[in-house]
């Protein structure tokens, strides 16, 4: 249970850092252009969310959230190596099109299906950390929906990822506080 602890606040401390860089600094800006477009937030978020999965994995009451978190964690690492093995990907508008249209899917699809999976989840009395993945669920897929309905420019585009990553870094950061202060009433 610590380690799961201590997973939750570091990836939501490193999303909540991105998120004020990003809103901070425009995205012309070196630093933002140093952050690979956001790769390289997505490769690391991606890598710890990996660590995440297999700490669920290994608490029994968790196992049920062990599939969402590593399918979760497989597209962040994805979609992280792409954005760093082609930084200019948005420049061409080919590849733009097939990354930007993954990424939106890929949003939209892991946020429904984890809305759809934690639900079902909580019917079936597995309710440990359903709070947490509900609204991590929720967040994924307004982003998605967000970039697909008209974020089109850098800018908002830009905005839009620096709010996802602000909101699901608080999100794991409450949720991390609250496994140590009660961790037999993790988040339900």
């Known amino acids: 249970m610590p380690a799961l602890r201590v997973l939750l606040l570091l990836r939501g401390a490193v999303g909540v850092l991105f998120a004020l860089v990003v809103l901070l600094a425009p995205a012309s800006t070196p630093v933002a252009q140093a952050l690979g477009r956001n790769g390289l937030y997505a490769l690391c978020d991606g890598l710890l969310a990996l660590a995440v999965a297999f700490s669920l994995s290994k608490a029994a009451r968790f196992n049920w959230l062990f599939v969402l978190a590593l399918v979760d964690a497989l597209i962040r690492l994805a979609i992280g190596a792409v ?51 509900l609204f991590v669920s929720a967040c994924t897929l307004l982003l998605g929906v967000g970039l697909l309905i008209g974020f089109g420019s850098a800018e908002a585009r830009h905005l839009l990822i620096g709010l996802f990553a602000l909101a699901v870094g608080l999100c794991l950061l409450v949720t991390g506080f609250r496994l140590k202060s009660s961790p037999a009433a993790f988040p339900v």
């Open 83 to 133: 954005a760093l093995a082609y930084p200019d990907i948005e420049a061409r508008i080919l590849g733009s099109v097939a990354f930007v249209g993954g990424t939106v899917t890929a949003c939209i699809a892991l946020g429904a299906v984890g809305l759809i999976y934690v639900l079902a989840g909580r019917r079936a009395g597995q309710r440990g950390g359903a709070a947490a993945a």
